[in-house]
């Protein structure tokens, strides 16, 4: 915008859309903006906030002149992931409404929650306003041989169109659980073990951590243990890398299970 000032209120105005609060501002500086933070210059950004910076940029040059979005394609990548929950519903309103009128969309992400509102957005979409028929896909782990792993594109699990949170496509996937022997096919286990424990602790106990849920759950104190201790030591925001004894833990924590 020529007016700098008026691009500043719009920006802030959008930036206070997707993260649901206004404490951060943009004010011109030069032939830029500084973002501000209760009026002083916003330090220490967290990763949600330069998410929500960047996806705001983003949206931004889809008005360029140069983009026409009624013909255009919009690809976005994972929008959501660095922002705290309670911040997803906004953004997700905010990025619904930037890119609507797009004459075709591809959303990726790895979060269910999103994925939950993503498939309520495209299955309500009136059929007289989509051009074509929504899809839903998924990639999957196809082949760890060689040290190596392979994916490939399926049909998004019918569990996962079916249920509004994705305990039952975790439990149904460490159900069929079958080791090869190797790191890679054991990698996702602690992770997804660590899911569904916390989903059941959060209906069968109470405690503000894993670990004091599980101490105050009526259970086997060993089995407790070994549970804590895998789902810590071996989920990825935990560990500092991949310990062998991996491959043969997943079926004796899955059996605790």
């Not at 979005?69 to 309670?86: A, H, Q, R, T, Y």
């Not at 498939?119 to 760890?144: D, E, V």
Request: glycine fraction near 6%; aromatic fraction near 10%.
């Amino acid at each position: 915008m020529s007016n700098s000032q008026q691009a500043a209120v719009d920006l802030s105005a959008k930036l206070a859309a997707f993260l649901g609060r206004d404490d951060l501002k943009f004010e011109p500086e030069g032939e830029g903006y500084r973002i501000m933070r209760f009026g002083r210059a916003a330090k220490r950004l967290s990763e949600g906030e330069k998410t929500a910076i960047t996806f705001l940029y983003f949206v931004v040059g889809l008005g360029d002149q140069n983009f026409d979005l009624n013909e255009g394609i919009v690809v976005i990548d994972d929008p959501i992931s660095s922002l705290d929950p309670s911040s997803v519903y906004q953004a997700f309103a905010y990025l619904k409404n930037a890119v609507k009128n797009a004459k075709q969309i591809f959303l990726l992400t790895h979060n269910f929650e999103f994925l939950k509102l993503v498939l309520n957005w495209f299955q309500n979409i009136p059929r007289s306003a989509q051009n074509g028929k929504s899809t839903y896909w998924m990639l999957h782990c196809s082949s760890t041989q060689g040290g190596a792993r392979e994916t490939e594109i399926r049909p998004l699990d019918t569990v996962l169109l079916q249920n509004k949170n994705e305990f039952a496509y975790l439990v149904k996937e460490l159900m069929k659980f079958e080791s090869d022997g190797t790191i890679q096919t054991a990698c996702p286990i602690p992770n997804m073990i660590r899911k569904v424990l916390e989903t059941f602790l959060e209906q069968h106990s109470t405690g503000g951590s894993l670990y004091k849920k599980l101490e105050n759950l009526d259970f086997d104190e060993t089995k407790k243990t070994a549970l804590c201790k895998f789902a810590n030591d071996l989920s990825h925001p935990t560990f500092s890398g991949l310990d062998p004894a991996l491959v043969g833990k997943p079926k004796t924590t899955l059996s605790i299970c």
